[in-house]
Structures are given as C-alpha cells and as structure tokens.
C-alpha cells in the first residue's frame, strides 16, 4: 500500500484548506482511512476518519469545521478544513492499515 498526501499550506486565521491522500496497492475492502496530525512536543491525535461504508468520525477540537469525505472509484480521501485556527497548525498524515502517508505540513497564521 502507498499513500500520497497532498495540499497543505499556509493561511490566515478563518482560512480554509482541501488535503487530499490518494492510496495505491491492495487493501481491504473494509477500509478505514483516518487523519491524523502532529505538531512539535505533541501525540499524533486523530482528525478524521472514514470507513468503507461511508461512516464518518472526527477528532472533537475539529467538529463542525472539517468534512472527511472520499472518491472511492480514485481511491482518494479529502480533508475539507475550514475556519482553520492556529492550533490546527501541524504536520497532517493520512493512515490506512499500518501505512502511513508521508505528511503535509499546515499552517495557519493569527
């Protein structure tokens, strides 16, 4: 399995951004696919996560702002990250199964 994620950045306060993380490789069919980020001096914590049969779970500093979502033809899940806030600032990684993406940094500027 290889994973590819992509589209960090660097925005103000309120911004938004769209991760994408594109997985290659067999897999199970009873996917889960999970965010997870990871900023200096910290735990990698869970963002968001997403299974097989669409069922969705979120990290509780991210409810309400972030949207996991999924093309299952592409294999790719997106992050949706909106009214981004500094502490959301991190290293972003995509996990399915014991693979882990190689990260994308983003910052987000007060």
């Known amino acids: 399995v290889q994973l590819v994620d992509s589209g960090g950045g660097s925005v103000p306060a309120g911004g938004s951004l769209r991760l994408s993380c594109a997985a290659s490789g067999p897999f199970s069919a009873t996917y889960t696919l999970g965010w997870f980020r990871q900023s200096p001096g910290n735990d990698r914590e869970l963002v968001a996560a997403?299974?097989?049969?669409?069922?969705?779970t979120y990290g509780d500093s991210v409810k309400g702002r972030f949207t996991i979502s999924r093309v299952s033809a592409t294999n790719t899940v997106y992050l949706q990250m909106d009214s981004l806030k500094p502490e959301d600032t991190a290293v972003y990684y995509c996990?399915?199964?014991?693979?882990w993406g190689q990260g994308t940094q983003v910052t987000v500027s007060s």
């Open positions: 997403i299974n097989w049969s669409g069922s969705t």
């Open positions: 996990l399915l199964s014991n693979y």
